[in-house]
């Protein structure tokens, strides 16, 4: 399955915190191309692991996951306007 | 056509006035549904406007969006963890 995952992590005392394991946790699973925009191709248990790992991570009621689930990335097409794939990649 | 759009503007001394602008132009075409995360359907004619918009207002070494284009929603399936929609909407 081709994933598309985007979060938006409070900001407030363990914000910052969480914002680093999130963003850990979704480098191992796919590829960083926006400062809070993951994509990438994943087993159906690797998706599940990593909605786990994400869930023992985030508040409930403070931070924001979306994941977006296609069967394959030939039914999304993907345009860049501005700069390009994020180059530095190591946004934290 | 399905669109899901990313943005990242960079926050320096115009960045605010950018933000506030890029943000307005989605809202018109599409639902905002993460801080800077937004959705809808739009046919090509949208599509390419809404481009074009974009095009105008962002600055191309600086900014950043994203658009995922699906030919329909049918084969995009979408998981939120944590806060569900963003309710607010009046992100600015």
Redesign the interface.
């Known amino acids: 399955m081709y994933i598309?995952l985007?979060y938006?992590i409070k900001l407030d005392k363990e914000g910052q915190k969480v914002l680093r394991k999130t963003f850990n946790i979704c480098k191992r699973y796919l590829s960083h191309?926006?400062?809070?925009?993951f994509e990438g191709e994943l087993s159906k248990s690797q998706l599940m692991s990593l909605?786990w790992e994400?869930?023992e991570i985030?508040?409930?009621?403070?931070?924001?996951?979306?994941?977006?689930?296609?069967?394959s990335d030939r039914?999304?097409?993907?345009?860049?306007?501005?700069?390009?794939e994020?180059k530095t990649s190591n946004f934290l």
Chains 1, 2 share one sequence.
């Open positions: 598309i985007v938006d191309i926006q400062n809070s925009v909605k994400i869930g985030i508040r409930e009621d403070k931070d924001s996951v979306i994941l977006f689930e296609s069967r039914w999304l097409d993907k345009e860049m306007l501005g700069i390009k994020d």
